[in-house]
């Protein structure tokens, strides 16, 4: 009863959060007054805010109570591979810098798969932080094959629009393949890299991008969105 009682406070609380009742830098009810609107102990009540706390939504203030945390403000963005990152927070006339995070030699199955790497043939994988207007809020994973990029392991360092680089090699139409879309949480790298908590949820977006020309596959893309920072615009993305 106590459990159910908890995830009730969770969820009542965060509408409040989500529809704006409660503003940036509001001050949520105290533990008292919260005890007693749904007649639970305080500390069914304080594990509740822990857990909202946990997400990043409020902060606690010694002394004064616990408030609604500012948030970035949530970005519209179309999932759609007809334009890069770079260039789509450029229409929107957002600041982004990109860091590269990793550049090492794959072991994904799945990427292996999908750019149809012949044994032998290694798949390198490029991340690299997205952060807008100052708030990290993804990592973009790209996997490319070797064979077709051989100085993939020297230029990946200093890639930060793989768009930019498939260009540079002769490439130009770009056409996304099947996209999925998953729920995931991240990793103690990841909550270090979008300083965000582990209860923070992410947007999984698994793409391939393809030259519409030759029909060359170019990468397999594993995008984590912080999922409290965009809304998605699915409406471009074809079947």
């Known amino acids: 009863m106590e459990i159910e009682k908890e995830a009730l406070i969770i969820d009542e609380l965060f509408e409040l959060l989500e529809s704006g009742t409660i ?7 105290s533990e008292n007054t919260l ?4 007649r639970v102990p305080r500390y ?24 609604l945390k500012p ?5 519209r963005i179309p999932l759609s591979g007809k334009t890069s990152f770079t260039e789509k927070m450029g229409e ?30 290694p798949v390198w994988r490029i991340g690299r932080l997205r952060v807008v207007d100052g708030e990290p809020i993804a990592i973009h994973y790209s996997h490319v094959l070797q064979s077709r990029f051989p100085e993939i392991g020297a230029d990946g360092p200093d890639i930060r629009s793989m768009f930019e680089y498939y260009r540079e090699h002769g490439y ?15 990793s103690s790298r990841e909550q270090e890299l979008l300083r965000c908590s582990r209860l923070v949820p ?3 977006l698994e793409s391939s991008c393809l030259d519409g020309r030759s029909g060359d596959m170019l990468e397999y893309t ?13 409406s471009d993305i074809q079947e």
């Open 23 to 29: 503003r940036p830098g509001g001050k949520l009810p």
């Open 35 to 38: 005890a007693d609107q749904y």
């Open 44 to 67: 069914t009540v304080r594990n509740a805010l822990n857990h909202l706390e946990e997400r990043g939504l409020i902060e606690s203030v010694q002394g004064k109570g616990r408030f």
């Open 71 to 75: 948030g970035p403000a949530r970005i």
């Open 92 to 121: 929107l006339g957002r600041t982004l810098e990109t860091s590269v995070v990793s550049c090492e030699p794959s072991d994904n199955g799945e990427a292996a798969r999908i750019l149809a790497a012949d044994p032998g043939d």
């Open 172 to 186: 130009g139409d770009f056409k996304s393949g099947k996209t999925l879309l998953s729920v995931v949480f991240p």
């Open 202 to 204: 992410l947007l999984a």
């Open 222 to 234: 594993r995008i984590l969105y912080r999922s409290d920072t965009f809304k998605y615009d699915i």
